[in-house]
Every structure is written in structure tokens, then in C-alpha cells.
């Protein structure tokens, strides 16, 4: 019969602030086969002596036989198991924002009973437009300290910056009603072309290494070729709104 493997972990749990990397540590021990000899740290001095006596600067730290593994990252790397932790550029925010866009563009098309391609790749665009614009909303500074540094006309005039996102939102949102072609297509057209000439400019006439505004301004999606994708796929969908609506 094999003997229970067993690890020690002190980690941050106070009345204000239970640390992450100690649930998420306490959770990968156990799932590995170890029970867990869990200390709580429950205030910032038993947390300095810690740190102290221990020569280290962060919680939690995890023991086993003895031996001191580390914190969450040398936990990972000692159990051989893949972290979720995103580090450098990553298309990672962009993915997700697309394929969620095509299943509501799908839910929405199944729901109206108007399942045709057409329909759903307009779904798909307004939706990607919508939810885009929220990445951009939810910090509007941080946007546009990241849009500013490409984007042609937010240079020259700073709050076009800021107006940006409310556009991309407006025109996505009537783009999903079917609603006000006549609003929801200039706008597209003109936030979509000047968005393009600005990517295609500083990626491939300046040669300049960015990272994208378009999930927000504290994303690593390097700018490139899904920033100039997602406004010519707005400057496509103003023309395509305006010939099967409008004329």
C-alpha cells in the first residue's frame, strides 16, 4: 500500500484577502494526491515573519518532503503541469472574442428563423463589432494610450480616440437590428477604412512592432494582420449593409 503523499502550504487568508495563488495552489496539490497541510497566514505580520524566516518575498509557498517547492509558478513546473497564466503576445483574447461572436450570430439567426449564410457572417461581423467595442469601453484611457500610438487620426486629434469605440458599437448593434443602415454604415466604413490604412502603415511600411487596441488597451495581441482584419471586415460589412438594404 503507498503511502500518502503530503505537502505543507502557508498562504494569505484574512478577513479582507484570501490570496488566489494559495486557493489555486491548495487545489492543484489535491488533485495531484497530496493532502494538503494547510497554514493560514492570517495577517500581515504572521506574513512578514513568514517571509522572513523563510528568506523568501512572496506567499504561498509550498513544501514537500521537506523541501521547499516554491510559489504558484514552481508549483506548476515541479508537478509538470501546464499553467493558464498568458505571458507575452497572445492572439489568445482576440480567439475568443471571434468564436463566441459566431456562436451568438448563430443562436441569434436560429432564434429570428433567418439561417442563412448571409445572415449569420452579418450576425458574426455586428457581434465581433459589439463585443470589441466593450473590450474598448470598459477603460477607455488605457485604449487610448494603445490606439494613439498607431491609429492615424487619433494622433492628430486625440478624442477621436475615445470616440471610436462608441462608433463601433453603434454601428455594430444597428448592424445587428438590421436597423438605420444609413447610421450604422458610415460609421463602419469610415472608423473601418481609417483603422486599416493606420495598421497596414505601422506594420508593414514603418516595420513597428505594437501591440493591438482592438481587445483593449491592456491586451498583448500583437497588431498585425487580425487588427487589419477586423476593419476591413467592418468596411465589407458597410458595403455589403448598404447594397442589400439600402439600395
Known amino acids: 500500500m503507498h503511502a500518502q503523499k503530503t505537502a505543507v502550504l502557508y498562504r494569505m487568508v484574512t478577513p479582507d484577502h484570501i490570496c488566489p495563488f494559495g486557493v489555486k495552489s491548495k487545489h492543484l496539490l489535491e488533485k495531484h494526491g497530496y493532502e494538503v497541510e494547510d497554514h493560514h497566514l492570517k495577517d500581515r505580520e504572521q506574513t512578514d515573519a513568514f517571509q522572513k524566516e523563510h528568506q523568501v518575498k512572496t506567499t504561498p509557498q509550498t513544501f514537500i518532503d521537506g523541501n521547499r517547492v516554491g510559489g504558484l509558478d514552481e508549483l506548476h513546473d515541479y508537478l509538470e503541469e501546464p499553467s493558464m497564466k498568458q505571458e507575452g503576445t497572445t492572439y489568445q483574447p482576440v480567439i475568443a472574442i471571434f468564436a463566441t461572436s459566431f456562436l451568438m450570430a448563430l443562436a441569434i439567426a436560429y432564434t429570428a428563423n433567418s439561417f442563412s449564410v448571409a445572415r449569420v457572417i452579418e450576425l458574426f461581423v455586428a457581434t465581433s463589432m459589439a463585443v470589441l467595442a466593450v473590450m474598448k469601453l470598459r477603460d477607455l484611457f488605457s485604449f487610448t494610450n494603445q490606439f494613439v ?7 492628430r486629434y486625440v478624442p ?3 470616440f471610436y469605440p462608441f462608433a463601433e458599437a453603434t454601428a455594430g448593434i444597428l448592424m445587428v437590428a438590421g ?9 463602419a466604413f469610415f472608423i473601418g477604412t481609417v483603422g486599416a490604412i493606420s495598421v497596414f502603415k505601422a506594420v508593414y511600411i514603418d516595420k513597428r512592432e505594437l501591440k493591438c487596441a482592438c481587445v483593449g488597451g491592456d491586451s498583448n495581441v500583437p497588431l498585425g494582420a487580425i487588427s487589419l482584419t477586423e476593419n476591413l471586415m467592418m468596411v465589407g460589412m458597410a458595403i455589403w449593409m448598404v447594397f442589400s438594404r439600402l439600395l
Do not use: K, M
Request: net charge neutral; proline share 5%.
Open 149 to 155: 500610438t498607431y491609429d492615424l487620426l487619433a494622433r
Open 160 to 162: 477621436y480616440g475615445y
Open 179 to 187: 436597423a438605420l443602415i444609413w447610421v450604422a454604415a458610415p460609421l
